[in-house]
């Protein structure tokens, strides 16, 4: 099976998702799979650029790829018909850091309507997604304006370790195949 890990990129930032990616390759490779990890580049100042590079994302047509996994905001709005998304985080500037007033998004008009732009392209995202499953309880359950469709479809992991603390991953073959 030929896999696609999907994740973010933003030059000479290197952090825990990309660290996960990698282990995540190796893991799937030693499983018996074709692997490969595309970066696509995210930007998220200025805020208003956001929804062009969501755009920019759901425009890729991926070929020769049985199967996506897909890990953060906006890589994991690459369509495919085999995504599953092992959610590291939405874009929390549109979610919990939105209520505690922590976002970069713009007051106002125009950064209510960049956030509902980002809720409701998860929202399509994840009732697309064959699986989807979260890092943490913040992820999984989210805040106070988490969409329903992500509280709907997060699962826990309770066989992988937390990705954040990422040791020998078991059952990839299982999140490969799932």
Not at 105 to 120: H, M, Q, T, W, Y
Not at 138 to 149: C, D, F, K, L, M
Not at 153 to 161: D, E, F, G, M, V
Request: hydrophobic residues 45%.
């Amino acid at each position: 099976m030929r896999v696609l890990i999907v994740n973010n990129m933003a030059p000479f930032v290197s952090g825990g998702a990309e660290a996960m990616a990698e282990h995540l390759k190796r893991n799937v490779a030693l499983a018996g799979h074709e692997v490969e990890v595309l970066r696509i580049p995210f930007q998220w100042e200025p805020a208003m650029r956001i929804p062009s590079q969501m755009l920019m994302a759901r425009a890729f047509e991926l070929q020769n790829v049985d199967h996506v996994i897909a890990l953060k905001f906006p890589a994991y709005l690459i369509p495919h018909a085999r995504k599953t998304l092992w959610l590291v985080h939405q874009y929390r500037q549109a979610y919990d850091l939105y209520d505690a007033q922590q976002s970069n998004l713009p007051p106002g008009e125009l950064g209510a309507d960049i956030r509902r732009v980002i809720k409701n392209a998860d929202d399509e995202c994840f009732r697309d997604a064959r699986r989807i499953f979260a890092i943490s309880d913040v992820t999984q359950n989210g805040s106070s304006t988490t969409t329903a469709s992500h509280r709907r479809c997060c699962a826990r992991l309770s066989t992988i370790p937390r990705f954040s603390r990422v040791a020998a991953m078991r059952a990839t073959s299982l999140r490969v195949e799932g």
